[in-house]
């Protein structure tokens, strides 16, 4: 007499190592969100209804209030800038709402003069209503 074969029951699928899997991804992307690069001093931007939203921080100028430039973390001037900065990428410039406005003006001149073609002043956008 011959028996019919067992069928093998699926075996259960053990999902702890993609479990651990995702904890470690959480972790490490919270602690490389906390120790990414950021400006060494705080920059409160100036508000607009319409602005450029921030692309990280490649390539972003720092104004500060009392006139300095900061670039990738370390204070600069304006030669320093145009000498190390490649006029062929975008160039984006985080001026703080207390900076002298005849300097911002003047930086993007000079900028626009050294053959940056892609120069922008970022703000921080408000909805609706009245710009301060």
Not at 2 to 10: E, H, S, V, W, Y
Not at 51 to 70: Q, T
Not at 75 to 92: G, I
């Amino acid at each position: 007499m011959r028996l019919p074969a067992a069928t093998p029951r699926p075996r259960a699928e053990n999902t702890i190592a993609l479990i651990n899997v995702v904890f470690l991804l959480l972790v490490f992307f919270l602690v490389a969100g906390t120790i990414s690069s950021q400006s060494q001093r705080a920059v409160t931007l100036a508000r607009s209804q319409q602005g450029i939203a921030a692309e990280g921080d490649r390539g972003i100028v720092v104004l500060l209030p009392d006139g300095s430039l900061m670039w990738n973390g370390e204070a600069v001037d304006v030669d320093l800038l145009l000498a190390q900065a490649v006029p062929d990428l975008p160039l984006r410039i985080a001026a703080d709402q207390n900076a002298p406005a005849g300097r911002l003006v003047a930086l993007v001149a000079d900028l626009r003069a050294a053959g940056f073609d892609d120069v922008a002043v970022l703000v921080s956008r408000v909805p609706g209503g009245s710009a301060q």
